[in-house]
């Protein structure tokens, strides 16, 4: 049942994803201008949705003991400061996940 | 032929990286998540898409229910509809190509479509048809990798999943440095923050979309005079 339920989320995933990128194809032509109001969206809709997914990502954070959110705080902060000193993507990345693995399986 | 592949790959080296790194990262979070490279293998070659992607994995074996998970895939790729605006023109010359250059317009891809001067004695199409499809190959290449490592790799993996969320939080920063127009990033992290204290981490995601969505609407004027006041 799983099974089933992981293929129809892959298969949903994939038809809406190219949904979005077939929609200005198939719906704009050469001197038409989508709506002023889907423009807008897609314009300022993702800064908001990556804003969402760090909360999505972060969800399961809470307060209760330091040990459920001060790894997950220090490493976002690992990442955030390394980014913003070199911008190097992979980097920041990188070195966020290793402090982030090694503090919870020797820190935490 | 040879010479357009090579002009493309050429061109290409910089995503070759990015997307190396980031589908062995997907590969491996999906393998920890139980499932094996040859998920990876179909997943990146039929969604291809990153970080809805690496959602994907959150969704996969969670009881989160399918309008959730529609609405989700809809506003993490509303910037897609940007993308295919500027080659509607262009694409549509390209033949058999034409519904695989829809397919394939990610992030990286639109960035060099965008940016790329081609040679006098080379195609345009050929060449973008190669940048798109090398792209791609990389992409399914990473992933089906990272879940061949996650099979063999000895040491403890427990929190590599972060790698996700650094991902995003790298992302943020990109595009707050970006824009000078903050309103649509902080009321993401409001709606997510409130939704989360009020529904709970298993049904937050809903109620913060739509109520993003409602506030990003609402405050339309405010944000878009802001916006021209930058240019």
Same mark, same amino acid.
């Given at each position: 049942?799983?099974?089933?339920?992981?293929?129809?989320?892959?298969?949903?995933?994939?038809?809406?994803?190219?949904?979005?990128?077939?929609?200005?194809?198939?719906?704009?032509?050469?001197?038409? #201008? +989508?709506? &002023?109001?889907?423009?807008?969206?897609?314009?300022?809709? +993702?800064?908001?949705?990556?804003?969402?997914?760090?909360?999505?990502?972060?969800?399961?954070?809470?307060?209760?003991?330091?040990?459920?959110? &001060?790894?997950?705080?220090?490493?976002?902060?690992?990442?955030?400061?390394?980014?913003?000193?070199?911008?190097?993507?992979?980097?920041?990345?990188?070195?966020?996940?290793?402090?982030?693995?090694?503090?919870? #399986?020797?820190?935490? | 032929?040879?010479?357009?592949?090579?002009?493309?790959?050429?061109?290409?080296? +910089?995503?070759?990286?990015?997307?190396?790194?980031?589908?062995?990262?997907?590969?491996?979070?999906?393998?920890?998540?139980?499932?094996?490279?040859?998920?990876?293998?179909?997943?990146?070659?039929?969604?291809? &898409?990153?970080?809805?992607?690496?959602?994907?994995?959150?969704?996969?074996?969670?009881?989160?229910?399918?309008?959730?998970?529609?609405?989700?895939?809809?506003?993490?790729?509303?910037?897609?509809?940007?993308?295919?605006?500027?080659?509607?023109?262009?694409?549509?010359?390209?033949?058999? $190509?034409?519904?695989?250059?829809?397919?394939?317009?990610?992030?990286?891809?639109?960035?060099?479509?965008?940016?790329?001067?081609?040679?006098?004695?080379?195609?345009?199409?050929?060449?973008?048809? $190669?940048?798109?499809?090398?792209? #791609?190959?990389?992409?399914?290449?990473?992933?089906?990798?990272?879940?061949?490592?996650?099979?063999?790799?000895?040491?403890?993996?427990?929190?590599?999943?972060?790698?996700?969320?650094?991902?995003?939080?790298?992302?943020?920063?990109? #595009?707050?440095?970006?824009?000078?127009?903050?309103?649509?990033?902080?009321?993401?992290?409001?709606?997510?923050?409130?939704?989360?204290?009020?529904?709970?981490?298993?049904?937050?995601?809903?109620?913060?979309?739509?109520?993003?969505?409602?506030?990003?609407?609402?405050?339309?004027?405010?944000?878009?005079?802001?916006?021209?006041?930058?240019?």
């Amino acid at each position: 049942m799983n099974f089933i339920r992981d293929i129809g989320i892959i298969i949903t995933i994939a038809c809406f994803t190219f949904l979005t990128r077939v929609f200005p194809f198939a719906v704009f032509g050469r001197h038409q #201008q +989508p709506p &002023a109001i889907i423009r807008y969206l897609g314009k300022v809709l +993702p800064a908001s949705v990556i804003a969402i997914l760090v909360v999505y990502c972060l969800k399961h954070v809470h307060f209760t003991t330091i040990s459920a959110f &001060a790894p997950e705080f220090v490493a976002v902060c690992i990442v955030a400061g390394l980014h913003l000193w070199k911008r190097n993507n992979l980097l920041s990345i990188g070195i966020g996940t290793v402090s982030y693995m090694l503090m919870i #399986q020797y820190l935490f | 032929m040879t010479k357009t592949l090579r002009f493309a790959f050429i061109k290409t080296i +910089p995503v070759l990286f990015g997307y190396l790194f980031l589908g062995i990262a997907f590969g491996l979070l999906l393998q920890r998540a139980g499932y094996n490279f040859i998920w990876a293998f179909f997943i990146s070659t039929f969604v291809f &898409a990153g970080s809805m992607q690496f959602v994907l994995i959150s969704f996969l074996g969670s009881s989160m229910s399918f309008v959730s998970i529609i609405l989700m895939t809809l506003s993490i790729n509303s910037r897609h509809i940007f993308y295919g605006l500027s080659f509607i023109e262009k694409f549509k010359h390209m033949g058999k $190509a034409y519904p695989y250059m829809i397919f394939s317009l990610t992030d990286e891809t639109y960035s060099l479509l965008c940016g790329t001067q081609i040679p006098e004695d080379l195609q345009e199409d050929k060449v973008f048809f $190669a940048i798109a499809s090398l792209n #791609q190959s990389y992409w399914v290449i990473g992933s089906v990798l990272g879940g061949l490592l996650g099979e063999m790799i000895f040491f403890n993996t427990t929190g590599i999943d972060f790698a996700m969320t650094a991902l995003f939080v790298v992302i943020f920063i990109e #595009q707050w440095l970006a824009s000078k127009i903050h309103i649509p990033a902080l009321i993401g992290v409001f709606c997510g923050v409130i939704s989360l204290i009020v529904f709970g981490p298993n049904r937050f995601i809903l109620p913060a979309l739509i109520s993003t969505i409602g506030l990003i609407i609402l405050f339309r004027k405010n944000i878009q005079s802001r916006e021209e006041a930058q240019i």
